[in-house]
């Protein structure tokens, strides 16, 4: 007679015999591409907040070269440009240092604070200001501070720039979009936070350094 150390169950439960398959018989499906339609999502997230800001401006243009950015264009190294177009009320503020993936280095950084000082003061002025987006060229957003750019001011000084940079850029009266294609790390995180909106290419990386 054979004893069992476990008590009888009226309803024992069921074993299966085999292992189970593995698991890449079965893969997960592909997450979905998103890049393709990123345009329709970005002017849908921000069509309300764009009615809401232009009451009292005439029509509500749409968007439909608002993400532009998986192919923003190279300009001139180690710089940032910013460019209106008075079409589309659209502004679009570029950070282009392409050989390091378009690092800040401090001369950037000053130019990133005149160029917002300018936004403000085309939100404010232009009647029909819109948008701007932020993005970088490339192939990149921004990956942070250069750090091989030379003499680097003391920590103090930048973390002061760029939290004035990022509160000025978050309260300009226009919708704000970072369009992030590639890698956004450190201080290109920072930046992206400072939007309204942000759009992301497939692939792209929000990287935040500790």
């Given at each position: 007679k054979i004893h069992f150390p476990y008590p009888k169950m009226k309803n024992p439960p069921f074993f299966f015999p085999f292992p189970p398959p593995p698991f890449f018989l079965f893969p997960p499906p592909p997450?979905?591409?998103?890049?393709?339609?990123?345009?329709?999502?970005?002017?849908?997230?921000?069509?309300?907040?764009?009615?809401?800001?232009?009451?009292?401006?005439?029509?509500?243009?749409?968007?439909?070269?608002?993400?532009?950015?998986?192919?923003?264009?190279?300009?001139?190294?180690?710089?940032?440009?910013?460019?209106?177009?008075?079409?589309?009320a659209l502004a679009t503020l570029t950070i282009s240092n392409t050989r390091r993936r378009n690092a800040l280095t401090p001369s950037m950084m000053e130019q990133l604070s005149d160029r917002v000082d300018a936004l403000a003061e085309w939100s404010r002025d232009g009647p029909d200001a819109r948008c701007v987006v932020l993005t970088g060229a490339g192939g990149a957003f921004c990956s942070g501070l250069d750090i091989k750019s030379g003499p680097l001011p003391d920590g103090e000084g930048m973390a002061t720039t760029m939290n004035r940079v990022t509160n000025r850029f978050r309260s300009l009266p226009v919708v704000s979009v970072a369009a992030v294609d590639g890698h956004a790390m450190g201080g290109g995180a920072e930046l992206t936070t400072a939007a309204d909106f942000r759009v992301l290419g497939h692939g792209a990386a929000v990287t935040f350094v500790h």
């Open positions: 997450p979905p591409r998103c890049d393709e339609h990123a345009h329709v999502l970005a002017e849908k997230m921000a069509a309300p907040v764009i009615a809401m800001r232009s009451f009292g401006r005439g029509p509500t243009r749409r968007l439909g070269a608002l993400v532009s950015f998986c192919s923003a264009p190279t300009i001139d190294d180690a710089s940032v440009a910013l460019t209106f177009d008075d079409s589309s």
